[in-house]
């Protein structure tokens, strides 16, 4: 695992050694901003030009694999789950998502009416919400399901944030360092404060970070040379560092490392257990550390994922099966070809039994003896029942379907016949549902089981992350909803009380119809009388 800081040049340190392993630069400036994918593949950096470059750490240095194209870029995170989608932020108030396998824009959001440079971005633990800072203090927060501003994070006590990041666990929980010495936690469900630790630094803060192991634990630094560790459920401070620097930037990683980037070019690595003195302290840079970003643990990738330089070759070179014996039967479709030791087959077989399912996958025990000499498994070849199948074959029309794994363990895992009409294809007689058959795989057979493994997690993540996403999209539409709902019912009730006005002022007309109606009968009565 990697240290990476970035100054006028990135750095990445060994964190079993730290030693200078690699370092990388082509630019004139200090970086503004530095963070890795969430697989730990990727470097993102964003420099003071406004040019967002996506690097990975080769065998022996730094290689360049994209630049965005795009112009007065100014922030950028990527995904937390992979690294194909990347949030940017723009000197004018935009804030977009780019794909960086299609190499596109394949996300816009509204643009907030009062235009200022978008400083941070981050997504949340979910996914589900994105975070924008602008430079005038206010805090977008983005709806990834409606694509609609959500949220408006205004804050009384400072018009400056100087960090900001969604928490790692929690998805609403929203932490905002400010120059004026604050930080705030926002819980963006309520848009009240978790937490507020008024004036907890004598100058601005840096730079905030949540802890890996306890999500209780946030830590911030400042300009005044100190680092605070915080427990943000009792909501005090618990520990407190002082240095002999002004400190710039802050990151922790899973074993409790901290890393103290400063404004005199050395990093200072602490131990979160022992606190008083730094146990490394790294020197190299000449100018301001801007930040420090320790690589994440290496997830598990997901079945589909594609790497970034792997897109031109995927694009380029198309699938190609692995070879293997034609089939005449349509019942079945394999994937992917088993291992030759498990395939077993000689030529006379192939040509008694080319339609055998259990003969392509080297399950076969039609030559295997059985101890009783009587149980042998072996292929009919009654005339009758040959010639009745092959006229059902003719009438037959066999879509392909896959063959379906069926979640149980490898030992018990049973592969069912190719049935037509009912009745097998290869003359064997039909097994019932009380038989058990004769083709189940021995527990000493050889077989994938990392497979089997990658399919049960890769269907479990789509699951979670389809149900994940529903949930959202529903609670999206919901608060859309009762928004409509609301200002339908500010519209009935205007219209209720213009229309009580409006009675209102019939009746007052009637009555004033009225009065003139006996003012003109009397005015008719006193004609008559005087003639």
């Known amino acids: 695992m990697y240290l990476s ?18 370092t990388y630069g082509c630019y004139d400036g200090l970086m503004r901003d530095i963070s890795w994918s969430d697989d730990a593949k990727y470097i993102l950096q964003v420099n003071c030009k406004g040019l967002v470059e996506i690097l990975t750490p080769a065998d022996h240095d730094v290689r360049s694999l994209q630049h965005i194209p795009l112009k007065d870029t100014w922030s950028a995170s990527f995904h937390r789950d992979g690294h194909r989608n990347i949030a940017i932020g723009t000197k004018s108030g935009n804030v977009l998502i780019w794909d960086t396998k299609n190499k596109t824009i394949v996300k816009t959001f509204p643009t907030p009416t009062q235009q200022s440079s978008v400083n941070h971005i981050s997504y949340n633990a979910k996914n589900n919400n994105l975070a924008a800072t602008m430079q005038n203090g206010d805090t977008v927060i983005y709806g ?111 074993d ?36 420090v970003a320790f690589q994440p643990m290496r997830k598990k990738p997901h079945v ?92 037959k029309n066999i879509s392909k379907v896959s063959t379906p794994l069926n979640n149980q363990d ?39 089981t990392k497979t089997v493994e990658e399919l049960k997690d890769f269907f479990s993540l789509s699951l979670s992350d389809v149900a994940d996403d529903n949930k959202n999209y529903f609670l999206h539409i919901m608060m859309v909803l009762t928004k409509q709902k609301l200002f339908l019912e500010k519209q009935m009730a205007a219209m209720n009380s213009q229309i009580l006005s409006l009675a209102q002022n019939q009746n007052t007309l009637v009555e004033a119809n009225k009065r003139l109606a006996l003012q003109v009968e009397q005015l008719k009565y006193a004609t008559n009388s005087n003639n």
Request: glycine share 4%; with cysteine; proline share 5%.
């Open 5 to 22: 800081s970035v100054s006028s040049r990135l750095h990445l340190h060994d964190t079993n050694c730290w030693e200078l392993k690699k």
């Open 144 to 254: 990834l399901v409606s694509n609609i501003p959500i949220l408006t994070v205004k804050l009384q006590c400072s018009r400056s944030i100087s960090a900001m990041k969604f928490h790692h666990e929690s998805r609403c929980l929203l932490g905002l360092a400010m120059d004026e010495g604050h930080v705030l936690l926002r819980d963006i469900n309520t848009n009240k404060d978790k937490a507020f630790f008024d004036n907890i630094h004598a100058a601005p803060v840096s730079d905030i970070a949540f802890s890996l192991i306890n999500k209780d634990v946030m830590l911030s630094s400042g300009y005044d040379k100190i680092v605070h560790v915080y427990d943000i459920r009792l909501q005090n401070v618990v520990s407190t560092i002082k240095t002999s620097y002004t400190l710039s930037s802050l990151a922790i990683n899973v």
């Open 256 to 291: 409790n490392q901290v890393a103290i980037g400063t404004k005199h070019g050395a990093v200072m690595i602490y131990d979160l257990r022992d606190l008083t003195n730094p146990f490394k302290v790294l020197k190299g840079h000449n100018e301001e550390v801007k930040k």
């Open 304 to 395: 589909n994922e594609i790497s970034i330089q792997e897109d031109t070759d995927i694009h380029l070179s198309p699938f190609k099966p692995s070879p293997g014996r034609p089939r005449t039967s349509d019942m079945f479709l394999i994937s992917a070809s088993p291992t030759k030791d498990n395939l077993d087959v000689s030529e006379h077989i192939e040509e008694k039994k080319a339609d055998s399912f259990l003969v392509l996958m080297g399950l076969d025990k039609s030559n295997n003896d059985c101890e009783d000499g009587d149980k042998s498994y072996k292929f009919a070849k009654d005339s009758s029942v040959y010639e009745r199948n092959r006229k059902l074959d003719v009438q």
């Open 410 to 448: 490898v030992d018990n895992l049973v592969f069912p016949s190719p049935i037509f009409n009912g009745a097998p294809d290869d003359g064997r007689p039909l097994i019932t549902s009380d038989e058990k058959p004769d083709y189940e795989i021995p527990k000493n057979s050889k077989f994938d």
